[in-house]
């Protein structure tokens, strides 16, 4: 992944706000990048231009061989299906669906026809075999989020994006979520990009990105 002079800005009644302001970044194919800084530094609105869900206002993002500033909107979602995983702080499960059906419905759009046999075996691999029909309201949030990894993992994507994955749990549910996470990364061979607040995970990551203020500063 490679990203040259990223800007994003934004307008609000105030007038224009410069949240990324010239971010440059590389990380290698396979690696595991910790990025931390304090709240409102830009790390969020990363990850989104990352994933092509946020329009860079100039610049170049390169991810898994494609330049998204020039993808079209069909073409950036194509790129998500099938390269791009991303885990939240919230679940974003659909609440009238099945586990099952929530990790089966990506690979469905991205055209698997496979997909059920895939969702249940990545449910299983996340220790979730004995859940494929309950409702995300009859799981606990570990259950919930373990359910998210397996649909981000779902098409193996080059890229897994996490957002403070761990923000809705308990430090014990959140330190089984995260081993979970790096070990189907290490088995996966994903390129991890792992938003944090907390030092002691960032410091699992190979190698930590500072941001404040919208750039990379250390």
Known sequence: MRVRDLHLTVQSSAGPVNILRGIDLDIATGAAVGVVGPSGSGKTSLLM??????????????????????????????????????????????????????????????????????????????????????????????????????????????????????GNLDRATGESVMDLLFALREQRGSTLMLITHDPDLAERCGRIVHIADGQVVG
């Not at 231009?49 to 950036?76: F, K, N």
């Not at 299906?81 to 990790?103: K, W």
């Open 49 to 166: 231009v990352l994933a092509g869900l946020e329009r860079a206002s100039s610049g170049s993002v390169r991810v898994a061989g494609h330049e998204l500033t020039a993808m079209s909107e069909d073409a950036l979602a194509r790129l998500r299906r099938s390269s791009i995983g991303i885990v939240f702080q919230a679940f974003h499960l659909i609440p009238t669906m099945t586990a099952l059906e929530n990790v089966a419905i990506p690979l469905e759009l991205a055209g698997d026809a496979a997909a059920t046999d895939r969702a249940e075996a990545n449910l299983r691999a996340v220790g979730l075999g004995h859940r494929l029909t309950h409702l995300p309201g009859q799981l606990s949030g570990g259950e919930q989020q373990r359910v998210a990894l397996a649909r981000a993992f779902g098409p193996a994507p080059r890229l897994l994006l996490a957002d403070e994955p761990t």
